[in-house]
Structures are given as C-alpha cells and as structure tokens.
C-alpha cells in the first residue's frame, strides 16, 4: 500500500467525508525552478528526467510545471491488471474526459496552452479525503481526440512502460550479467536515476550473453521477466519495480480488510488450472577465441570492380542455427591463413590471375552478422576470393527442456482444462533463451504447476473508495456464506472518479497459495521454485 498517514487511513472508513481528485497537465513541460532536485546543469529542458519527489517516494513530474485542470474534468478512470499468471510487463492506463463547452481545449485556442494540445505531455492524477491526497497515476498522454458536438476533449495516458516502447538501447551486449544488473543497466541508460526504479534480485544464475539490438526496451523487459517469472510494473508514484518470483509468496502485512459492510458487489470465480508446464531454452554462452566464419572462394557477389567499393555480409550460423560474436579481429590483407581474421584479392574468383590490390574500407559487427566494405584500388576487375573470420562467439551450447507435471491435477481435471469448456487443453510452452540452466527452466515449471495445479479462489470487488492499495498489496476478505476469511493479493484494479461523478473502484484479488517460495540459501537445490509447507 501507498505510505499514507493514520488520519488517511482513518478517512477510508469514516462515515462521513469528502472525496476530492486532482487531474494536473504538464501542458508546456515547463521546468519548475524551485525543485530542489532538478539538476540544471546535467539535465535538459525535454529530456525526461524523472526526479524526487517530495516525500520518500520518486514521481515522473516534480520538475513540471502544471495546471490543474480538475475543474473540466467529467470523468476519468485508473486501470491496471496483471496477467494470469502473475508475471511479465503491466502497464497502466488512464481515460480522462474534459468538459470543452469554454473551447479552452481546442488545439490553437487558448492562449496559453493552445500549441501545447498534443500528445506527450505528461500527467498525474491524485485522490483522497478532504484535501489530503495521493497520486494514484503518473504517465504520458497519447494524441488527444476533440468532439465538436458532445463538446469534450478525451485524453488517454499511459505510463511508463509505454514511453519504454519507444526507446531503444545504445549498450553493448551483456556478457555474464544477472537479470536485475542488465534491467538497472537499461532504465539508467534511459534516464532513471537508482532512485527511481525498485530490482529485486535474479532468481537465476548469470545470463551468458544478450543483445540489446534491435529491441524497445519494454520487449528486453518482458524477455528477462518471461525468464524469471517476475513481474514489472510501474507503480502509482512513478516508481519502476521488477519483482522476482518469489515477492508475491512472500508473507505481507494486510493492507485492508473487506467484507459486505464495505462491498457493493462481490463475484467468486478460479484460476485457470495449469498442471502441465514446459520450458525450453537455448541459452548463449561465451566461448574461446575460434574461427566464426569463412569464404573459400569468389563469386558474382563479391565480384569488384576497379575503383569500386563492395559490401560483404557474413552470417554467423552453425549446426544449432544464428549465433552471436562478442568480438571479431579486424581482417588484414594476406596471402593464406595465419590463425587470424584475413581476406585476399585476385582476378579471377577461383583465385587464380593474380593478385589485386583490394583495402578493407570499414566494418561492423551487427551481432549475427558482420558487415565488411572492400574498395578495389587496382585498375582491372576482380574478386574478394578468401575471407576468414576469427573471434569470441556466443554460441547455444545446449538445448534444454524441462517438464513439470501434476498427475494428480491431471488425473481430476485432464491437461490444462479450457477455462470455457473444462475439456484438456495444450500443454503451457514458455520457450525463452534468457533462461539459462537446467535448474532454472526446472524451477520455473514446477513453480507454476504448483502454483496452478489446483484452482486458486479469485474475487471481483466493487468496493467502497480505498484510493492507497496497489498491484500485489495483502488484503484479507470475510465471506458470511463461505464462514471462512481469505488472504488475498491484488492483480487488477480500477479506479473512476470525477466532477459531480461518483467515485468507485473494482479490484481483483487472488488467494494466496499456501505455499513457501524457493529460497536460494535456505531450500535444496533441486527441489523446485515453492516448496509445500
């Protein structure tokens, strides 16, 4: 739960009390010259720093001036939802929608903030209890969508892991990094100071070797969550977390207690049944210094003519299929090979002819494939006739597969019943060659048939206003029918509020498994990811 005071919390279940909102718009994205964390000197004016709050916690927006724009606001709603198997990337949305009958939300009109009627302004979005409020949203607006007849502006936001979408990263490979190393490597390379992100540790050993090329961030983020069957997400404060498979079988502190004296509807449905789980990995390793790759003989691609400049590809490829070169030795001009990278040029494309007098220009290694460009100086035709290619290689060095399965859930409800029809389903396949041992693709199958093996208890609150519970919070549920309380953790909410609108919120939770998480020091080594109590 967010950090609140005694007297917020003491509001949530008065019986008498004003609930208040606050939607603030970044509009010009302004810098505020009094907050006292903003680096100006280090810092640009558009750059998307996110800095200190004024609490414990760090927000996307203190270096923003904003304007509040709650007055205008008809309505808006807060929604966030982890998937079924509580792991991978969340992101949170927002709608808003803004009463424009004034026309101040035209783009162009308005003096002020008229050319700043676009997407990628930031926002946030507070509630509480007579004046005392907490963020409940931090993000970015998308392109926002004017309605000339019902006279409204509708914004749609998102936060964080959206704007990650887009970026993409600059870092070399990672070789022989943990999980949490290469996400606090990534967040830092776009701007997040440690400060602003939370990493639980890796649950596996070292990842051998991971390209950053030609990814989004958010994609690197979901393949290291999917390894680790951890969860990210960006909290209500801004704050970017990443928790391990063990955080959520971890005991909390309850954060709320419900029951009907505090519900407006209540629904009871399970999770799905999962009692037959498959991973398979081909993980990279590092490997010694050796020949990557070779060509024998010319052809009519490598055919060169006098004063003219060509571009070979190399393909890195063996027996398994692609793999990638950590490093490459620079090619030089030689006759025969030496146990180095070297290339020759001749007349003819067997080799014959003669020598031509061909310079390697420049190069570049891509990762699976490497690019040379050979200029030919001489004044007749020729070939690029002999390439050889040495260096260190990131090669698959094996292929695993590890299957988990309850025999007794599969006994009771065959292979991973349809949640539709109940008949038995495919087996659940995570391929993902970040995972890197045996032991991990183990543990991370029998975590979740243990985990799923039996229907886990689900609830759909529509409960009274209790604006500081997050993703993964405890909360206890008392059900009269079922004469029984139930310890829950939230994997969904929505919240909804607005002028003159009444202020709601629906959650999902889920029972907590009464299991024990794997511990590194503590359970055997190859005992499984949860261990029964």
Not at 40 to 54: N, R, Y
Not at 227 to 239: H, Y
């Amino acid at each position: 739960m967010q950090a609140v005071s005694a007297n917020f919390i003491s509001k949530v279940d008065a019986p008498h009390k004003q609930t208040d909102f606050a939607v603030m718009l970044g509009w010009s994205k302004q810098i505020n010259p009094t907050t006292r964390f903003f680096n100006l000197d280090s810092s640009a004016l558009d750059g998307g720093d996110f800095l200190k709050g004024s609490g414990d916690v760090v927000t996307f927006f203190d270096k923003y001036v904003y304007t509040d724009e709650s007055r205008y606001v008809k309505n808006f709603k807060i929604s966030k939802k982890v998937s079924s198997y509580s792991w991978g990337v969340v992101t949170a949305q927002a709608t808003i929608t803004l009463n424009n009958t004034t026309g101040r939300f035209l783009p162009e009109k308005d003096p002020v903030i008229g050319k700043f009627i676009k997407a990628g302004r930031p926002i946030k979005i507070l509630t509480g209890y007579d004046g005392e409020m907490i963020t409940n949203f931090v993000g970015f607006v998308g392109t926002p969508t004017v309605n000339i007849v019902e006279q409204t502006v509708e914004l749609t936001a998102f936060d964080a892991i959206t704007y990650l979408d887009t970026k993409y990263s600059n870092l070399p490979a990672f070789v022989g990094k943990f999980a949490h190393e290469i996400v606090r490597d990534l967040l830092i390379e776009q701007g997040f100071s440690v400060n602003q992100f939370e990493i639980d540790r890796s649950q596996q050993v070292a990842i051998g070797y991971l390209s950053p090329k030609d990814k989004s961030v958010t994609d690197l983020l979901k393949e290291l969550a999917e390894a680790e069957a951890a969860l990210v997400f960006v909290d209500e404060q801004g704050i970017i977390r990443f928790w391990n498979r063990t955080h959520l079988a971890k005991t909390q502190q309850t954060a709320h207690m419900f029951s009907y004296s505090n519900l407006t509807n209540l629904q009871i449905k399970s999770t799905p049944v999962i009692n037959s789980a498959q991973v398979v990995a081909k993980p990279f390793k590092v490997q010694a210094f050796q020949k990557l790759w070779e060509l024998e003989q010319g052809s009519e691609q490598t055919k060169i003519r006098a004063g003219k400049t060509i571009d070979i590809f190399a393909e890195f490829q063996d027996s398994v299929g692609d793999f990638y070169v950590v490093s490459v030795d620079r090619p030089v001009h030689a006759s025969s090979n030496s146990g180095t990278s070297m290339y020759s040029g001749t007349k003819n494309s067997d080799g014959g002819g003669g020598a031509i007098n061909v310079q390697l220009v420049s190069v570049y290694n891509f990762g699976s494939t490497y690019k040379m460009t050979f200029r030919n100086n001489s004044s007749v035709d020729g070939y690029v006739n002999r390439i050889q290619l040495w260096g260190v290689p990131a090669k698959v060095t094996q292929v695993i597969t590890e299957n988990a399965v309850s025999e007794p859930s599969i006994e009771q409800y065959g292979v991973n019943p349809d949640t539709s029809t109940g008949f038995g389903a495919e087996v659940l396949k995570i391929e993902n060659n970040l995972v890197q041992d045996v032991g991990g693709a183990r543990a991370i199958a029998n975590n979740i048939v243990t985990l799923y093996s039996k229907p886990n208890r689900q609830f759909k609150l529509d409960n009274f206003f209790v604006p500081y519970l997050q993703i993964g919070d405890t909360v206890d549920l008392q059900i009269d029918e079922l004469a029984d309380s139930f310890s829950c953790f939230i994997t969904s909410y929505e919240l909804a509020g607005g002028v003159n609108a009444n202020f709601r919120q629906s959650l999902e939770v889920e029972e907590r498994p009464k299991i024990s998480a794997f511990e590194l020091d503590k359970s055997t080594l190859d005992g499984g990811d949860v261990l029964a109590n």
